[in-house]
């Protein structure tokens, strides 16, 4: 059946529901019941007034449309149409929105609801310090007894590996030890994260934790650009087989998730629930494409295929291929600079397409998910199934609405010429039964400056099919900190998919009463649980004069 069949199939649907007479009796729904998606915002990917004017019931007003709906038991959300006055009774649950200038799309929230989704807050960077205390002895536990009392079920937080293995083999998790104890007096589970890479020098970052020395001082294994720069906040993944004082990369990865799992032993998969796996930059499993002491949001960013071990593995695929004249990366003549735009550039306007843009792509992709896969493959080892494991994939949203992808190439997910990226990194997370975590769940597509082609929506979605099709738990977060209903009810619309959400980041600013009232409503309803009526009109969706009170909405889906 066609595309448009089904849609025509789902109008009539609509059109049936829109036709019963409102039953006299029914009440109406509190106003929490209702999201709203926002002023320009239609529901689903079509545009219902092109595909079925008849479909359209008059009203005198959204508060009437909303009142038609709640009378109908197989209505689960309205669009209505300002100008026209047209209201379109939603007969399934509204999964997708897009911009429509003038209407406003809500989804009517199902009472009956009770999936209960787990709530984690994200610590402070900083949180153990270098001298290995913890860094506010006396604020932190006061910020946790804050966060009791909304309700979260435990806190994750970076365990570095700058900070835990100063010398070879040699490890020290005591203040994470005193750490972990504060969530287990106060009956919390722990989302820990491996993390390979540095701390410093991405949005949001307020510590400097670089590497072990013994790496950090070697050359020739790290990520390098077509300028030739090195970027050294995590180790290349062409070096995984690199021997670095007697040890590959892949060897000290495994030797620390080893020696993590022997000193806490005890607690996994009672304590501490999931071991995140850094496997790149910010902890997630990419290149480091948006290197921000270049870039600037909405550049496309670069390859990072220009270090020794990258151009030798490139020179032998090709050769393999029998074109040998492949062997190089793409260069910036054709790619274009960090912050170059896709339609500025020959490669992401028809290069890609090319029998050679294919074939790199191919290559440059399949590399990243060989070592996302040796990776969870060590996290499994070590922990021999008595934790769950996770990795994270990055929330790359601008110039997901163009043909190229171009940022999420460049990042390394081949998301074009009709490759699915997420469901092949999916594939590779469910081989070693990792869950996949994604970020930037806050974001709305009516927040993104248009001309980036942005689509945080649409690629939350498409991650979370990925998910789905390959059975395994999707964890989600948001990319910016913000502490506004608009965001809370952005990342509550996903909550059927999610096995867990982890919420960035725990400050003094999070703990205020107005902040911490609304973050525990969210809490509630992310439990299924009824919230407090404590917050219910205290704030309302931001609008453009206040965005920033809620921050930088265009900024990348950044965190560590």
Same mark, same amino acid.
Request: glycine fraction near 10%.
């Given at each position: 059946m066609s595309s448009r069949m089904l849609l025509l199939g789902t109008l009539a649907l609509v059109l049936a529901v829109a036709a019963e007479p409102v039953s006299a009796s029914s009440a109406a729904f509190p106003a929490e019941a209702w999201k709203s998606f926002g002023t320009g915002s239609g529901c689903g990917k079509a545009v219902a007034a092109d595909t079925a004017p008849s479909a359209r019931s008059s009203t005198a007003s959204l508060e009437e449309c909303k009142r038609l709906c709640e009378g109908r038991a197989a209505c689960h959300g309205v669009e209505f149409e300002v100008s026209s006055r047209s209201c379109f009774l939603q007969a399934q649950q509204v999964r997708y929105t897009r911009i429509a200038p003038g209407s406003e799309c809500l989804s009517l929230r199902n009472a009956d609801d009770n999936h209960n989704v787990e709530v984690f807050v994200m610590l402070p960077l900083d949180t153990v310090s270098s001298q290995q205390t913890i860094t506010d002895p006396t604020g932190l536990p006061q910020m946790l007894d804050a966060m009791k009392q909304a309700g979260v079920d435990g806190f994750m937080v970076d365990v570095w590996w700058g900070l835990t293995e100063a010398s070879p083999k040699v490890y020290n998790f005591s203040a994470y030890r005193q750490l972990f104890e504060m969530a287990r007096v106060r009956g919390w589970k722990v989302q820990a994260v491996a993390s390979f890479h540095q701390c410093g020098g991405n949005v949001g970052d307020n510590c400097n934790i670089p590497l072990p020395d013994f790496v950090r001082s070697v050359d020739g294994i790290w990520y390098k650009d077509a300028q030739g720069e090195e970027d050294r906040e995590y180790i290349s993944l062409f070096?995984?087989?690199? +021997?670095?004082?007697?040890?590959?990369?892949?060897?000290?990865?495994?030797?620390?998730?080893?020696?993590?799992?022997?000193?806490?032993?005890?607690? #996994?998969?009672?304590?501490?629930?999931?071991?995140?796996?850094?496997?790149?930059?910010?902890?997630?499993?990419?290149?480091? &494409?948006?290197?921000?002491?270049?870039?600037?949001?909405?550049?496309?960013?670069?390859?990072? %295929?220009?270090?020794?071990?990258?151009?030798? !593995?490139?020179? %032998?695929?090709? %050769?393999?291929?029998?074109?040998?004249?492949?062997?190089?990366?793409?260069? #910036?003549?054709?790619?274009?600079?960090? !912050?170059?735009?896709?339609?500025?550039?020959?490669?992401?306007?028809?290069?890609? $397409?090319?029998? +050679?843009? $294919?074939?790199?792509?191919?290559?440059?992709? &399949?590399?990243?998910?060989?070592?996302?896969?040796?990776?969870?493959? &060590?996290?499994?080892?070590?922990?021999?199934?008595?934790?769950?494991?996770?990795? $994270?994939?990055?929330?790359?949203?601008?110039?997901?609405?163009?043909?190229?992808?171009?940022?999420?190439?460049?990042?390394?997910?081949?998301?074009? !010429?009709?490759?699915?990226?997420?469901?092949?990194?999916?594939?590779?997370?469910?081989?070693?039964?990792?869950? #996949?975590?994604?970020?930037?769940?806050?974001?709305?597509?009516?927040?993104?400056?248009?001309?980036?082609?942005?689509?945080?929506?649409?690629?939350?979605?498409?991650?979370?099919?990925?998910?789905?099709?390959?059975?395994?738990?999707?964890?989600?977060? !948001?990319?910016?900190?913000?502490y506004d209903r608009w965001a809370y009810e952005q990342m509550e619309s996903y909550k059927d998919h999610l096995s867990a959400l982890t919420y960035l980041r725990l400050n003094s600013q999070l703990t205020e009463s107005g902040n911490l009232a609304l973050f525990r409503d969210f809490v509630s309803n992310l439990h299924g649980t009824s919230p407090s009526a404590a917050s219910v009109s205290e704030v309302g969706n931001p609008s453009a004069a206040s965005v920033s009170e809620v921050g930088d909405k265009t900024t990348p889906a950044l965190r560590r």
């Open positions: 070096a995984d087989h690199v +021997y670095v004082g007697g040890r590959t990369p892949l060897d000290m990865y495994r030797d620390w998730l080893d020696a993590f799992a022997a000193e806490f032993s005890d607690d #996994l998969g009672s304590l501490i629930e999931e071991v995140m796996v850094g496997m790149g930059p910010c902890g997630e499993l990419r290149y480091p &494409s948006y290197r921000l002491s270049h870039w600037q949001f909405c550049g496309h960013g670069q390859f990072q %295929a220009f270090d020794g071990h990258a151009l030798e !593995n490139l020179q %032998a695929a090709a %050769a393999s291929a029998q074109h040998p004249e492949w062997g190089a990366p793409p260069g #910036l003549a054709i790619t274009g600079t960090y !912050n170059s735009r896709p339609h500025e550039t020959e490669f992401f306007t028809s290069g890609f $397409k090319s029998d +050679y843009g $294919k074939f790199f792509m191919e290559w440059y992709s &399949s590399a990243l998910k060989v070592h996302g896969r040796r990776v969870l493959a &060590s996290a499994k080892s070590a922990l021999q199934g008595k934790a769950n494991i996770s990795g $994270k994939v990055a929330g790359i949203h601008w110039w997901y609405d163009s043909d190229s992808h171009a940022a999420e190439v460049t990042a390394g997910y081949y998301n074009t !010429n009709l490759r699915d990226a997420y469901d092949e990194l999916a594939q590779v997370f469910a081989e070693q039964g990792a869950a #996949l975590d994604f970020t930037c769940l806050e974001m709305r597509n009516t927040e993104q400056p248009q001309d980036c082609h942005s689509n945080p929506e649409g690629l939350v979605q498409q991650t979370m099919r990925a998910a789905e099709a390959h059975g395994i738990h999707y964890g989600g977060e !948001n990319a910016l900190q913000r």
